[in-house]
């Protein structure tokens, strides 16, 4: 069986990629922070439980020895451990924002440029959950969506420069799914909020603290992201996977889709001479035809 690093594996998207692919023909190398995580995945059959934070080399550098100490080979990577921290940009600190930044994107990169000699020797595939977020901003996206952003440009960039070498990227852009990753956000607010006390009440962070109740409340009646995991497999077993997998309900995709096209708007509002509806219009569905290949 081929072997797939899984990032992030302990809850939520990750344990439901890991598990889809270890049902499906694949083993897989699951990590976690927690040795109970560790334990929990290594009991499971066709998988392997690794230690790793991805913002620690010692860790990376540790999964690279053991590759070689077991004689493994290595097929594909599923860049998935990410951390959600909602609020203004304008109340972060650098270091706050250095801390999403160290695990939504370097940890990926670190994670990927480690294991790149294996995939180059299989021609193997290289997987990034990204997010719609990566693609839509909004309101308090804060860090999460400017890192979801740039994990967009780094799978393109990527793509680009590993053609030579035969290994395909893909990125996955979920939406809504069950997962943790919310309800971690909210217990970490109150944990500084109660730090705080009293004495230090900041409106905008109880906004917060409220709006993050209601959505894990609603996060539980998302479905499970066994859709996310589909595409996985797709990225992993499709002779020319696709680039981009956005996965959700058309209440979602739409958005995303209709938030491409006012972007689309915004950037033909200038200069002068900025194509008209006719031509907009020509150009959409031409390059319609090439994609498709209806000539």
């Not at 294996?118 to 996206?141: A, H």
Request: negative net charge.
């Amino acid at each position: 069986m081929k072997n797939i690093l899984v990032t992030g594996a302990s809850s939520g998207i990750g344990r439901t990629i890991t598990e889809f692919l270890r049902n499906n023909e694949f083993h897989v190398l699951a990590t976690a922070r927690k040795s109970e995580d560790i334990a929990d995945l290594d009991a499971l059959e066709s998988v392997t439980g690794i230690r790793m934070d991805v913002t620690k080399l010692e860790d990376i550098n540790a999964f690279i020895k053991w590759l070689e100490l077991h004689n493994q080979e290595l097929f594909g990577v599923v860049n998935n451990a990410g951390v959600l921290d909602l609020g203004p940009i304008y109340d972060y600190s650098i270091e706050q924002f250095n801390s999403v930044v160290d695990v939504n994107l370097y940890g990926m990169m670190r994670v990927t440029h480690a294991v790149l000699p294996y995939l180059k020797r299989v021609k193997g595939r290289i997987v990034i959950i990204s997010s719609m977020s990566g693609i839509l901003s909004g309101k308090w996206g804060g860090t999460y969506v400017i890192t979801k952003h740039a994990v967009e440009a780094y799978g393109d960039t990527l793509q680009k420069d590993l053609e030579e070498f035969g290994i395909y990227t893909s990125l996955i852009e979920p939406g809504n799914y069950k997962s943790k990753i919310c309800a971690n956000n909210l217990s970490r607010l109150k944990n500084e909020q109660q730090t705080l006390g009293s004495n230090a009440p900041n409106k905008t962070r109880m906004a917060l603290i409220s709006k993050l109740e209601r959505i894990v409340f609603e996060e539980e009646q998302h479905p499970e992201p066994i859709d996310v995991a589909k595409a996985v497999y797709d990225a992993f077993t499709n002779e020319y996977p696709l680039h981009r997998y956005m996965v959700g309900p058309p209440s979602e995709t739409d958005l995303v889709i209709n938030g491409m096209f006012e972007e689309l708007f915004q950037l033909n509002e200038y200069p002068e001479g900025k194509l008209n509806r006719d031509q907009l219009v020509e150009r959409l569905v031409t390059l319609w035809d090439i994609k498709y290949k209806k000539y």
